[in-house]
């Protein structure tokens, strides 16, 4: 019966997560092109939006799941560890790639947004 109850609670997080993200991916920001005072160049302003909030708000939520699921299985640091053998070695690779997965795009996506606006700045 437990496993049933974490099972439903990993599926409602994960589908209120994809929610959020197909809702950030609706509510992406638009730009408009604004020339500047002495018409030598001209530039972007966006809008502002809150699509960042629910990206932010959906990886939290698969973070929760991921972390429920690892308390329950009592996965590596929550609880005694599995046997030497194949099945901790598969928990062990599942385990990086789910977490390697969740975090690629946020680090790539402050990469995209900080590396041209430092650039800027500096």
Same mark, same amino acid.
């Given at each position: 019966m437990a496993s049933i109850i974490v099972q439903v609670v990993v599926i409602l997080l994960?589908?209120?997560?994809?929610?959020?993200?197909?809702?950030?991916?609706?509510r992406r920001s638009t730009a408009v092109v604004v020339p500047d005072s002495e018409?030598?160049?001209a530039h972007c302003v966006y809008n502002s939006d809150i699509a960042t909030g629910y990206g932010v708000g959906a990886l939290l939520l698969l973070a929760v799941a991921q972390a429920v699921l690892m308390?329950? %299985?009592?996965?590596?640091?929550?609880?005694?560890?599995?046997k030497p053998g194949g099945s901790r070695a598969c928990a062990?690779?599942?385990?990086?790639?789910?977490?390697? %997965?969740?975090?690629?795009?946020?680090?790539? %996506?402050?990469?995209f947004l900080l590396v041209p606006r430092l650039a800027q700045a500096g």
């Open positions: 994960d589908v209120i997560a994809f929610g959020l993200g197909v809702a950030a991916e609706r018409q030598n160049y308390a329950a %299985s009592r996965c590596f640091c929550c609880g005694r560890g599995l062990l690779i599942l385990f990086l790639f789910v977490w390697y %997965s969740a975090f690629a795009p946020l680090f790539l %996506s402050f990469h």
